[in-house]
């Protein structure tokens, strides 16, 4: 099954998080490890999420952009 990383950066805000988690999962990927820490402005984070899941990354990511928490999203394939 393919793997794949996202690269997000999102609001500060309760529940961003799983928002995030919960998006991925009804679109139909799993989501395998979870590394994120805080922007030095306190506003942000960055987020490091891998997925596994048949359908393509672009799927999601288009997704995950329309989520209001989410800044910007980036998908990379995993070796």
Do not use: N
Request: charged share 35%; hydrophobic share 35%.
């Amino acid at each position: 099954m393919p793997r794949y990383q996202l690269d997000l950066t999102l609001r500060r805000a309760e529940g961003a998080l799983t928002r995030v988690i919960g998006t991925a999962e009804r679109r139909g990927f799993r989501p395998l490890s979870v590394d994120g820490e805080a922007r030095e402005d306190g506003d942000r984070w960055h987020l490091r999420l891998s997925v596994e899941g048949e359908r393509p990354a672009e799927f999601l990511t288009t997704q995950l952009e329309k989520l209001y928490d989410c800044l910007a999203v980036e998908a990379t394939p995993c070796p």
